[in-house]
């Protein structure tokens, strides 16, 4: 019984590292073990490229994302609300207006000079995404595997 078990426990850790870049995304997303790191898209805050489809001239969403805010109750309280969902997106080819502050003289008469910068750009469709193993135990050691392209798929 001792070797069924022994047998059946290398059998399990050996498919998980028989994956190789050529194995599905779905295969691999759907495996509680693997960690899947992938850039990331700015829609308001970061998403994973992973969840991202092409719609048209636009990156979005897969699905919609719940639309929350903390709301601060007293001094020390806080609680999170959510006002419903909706889908994210952003132009493929963006251009957005951030600060480009600069920080002149020294301490306490030291100043600060900032001006628009517009910065624009294009993401990209196809990404690298690294695929790694967590391997368990006590501290959750994960295990590098491969880097894998991943091609944003059209929105349905």
Not at 15 to 35: H, K, V
Not at 96 to 110: A, I
Not at 119 to 137: A, E, F, N, W
């Amino acid at each position: 019984m001792n070797k069924f078990i022994a047998i059946i426990a290398l059998l399990a850790g050996t498919t998980a590292s028989a994956y190789t870049a050529s194995t599905s995304w779905e295969t691999l997303q759907n495996d509680p073990r693997i960690q899947i790191d992938a850039p990331t898209v700015f829609m308001g805050h970061a998403i994973d490229y992973t969840f991202t489809c092409v719609d048209g001239a636009f990156l979005r969403t897969q699905k919609p994302v719940k639309q929350c805010e903390t709301i601060y109750i007293g001094q020390n309280q806080s609680k999170e609300v959510c006002k419903g969902e909706k889908y994210l997106s952003t132009p493929i080819n963006y251009t957005r207006t951030s600060w480009d502050c600069n920080y002149f003289g020294g301490g306490h008469n030291g100043q600060s000079v900032c001006s628009d910068k517009v910065i624009s750009g294009t993401y990209p469709l196809t990404v690298m995404v690294k695929v790694s193993k967590v391997m368990g135990g006590k501290n959750d050691r994960v295990e590098f595997l491969f880097n894998k392209a991943f091609t944003v798929p059209n929105c349905y």
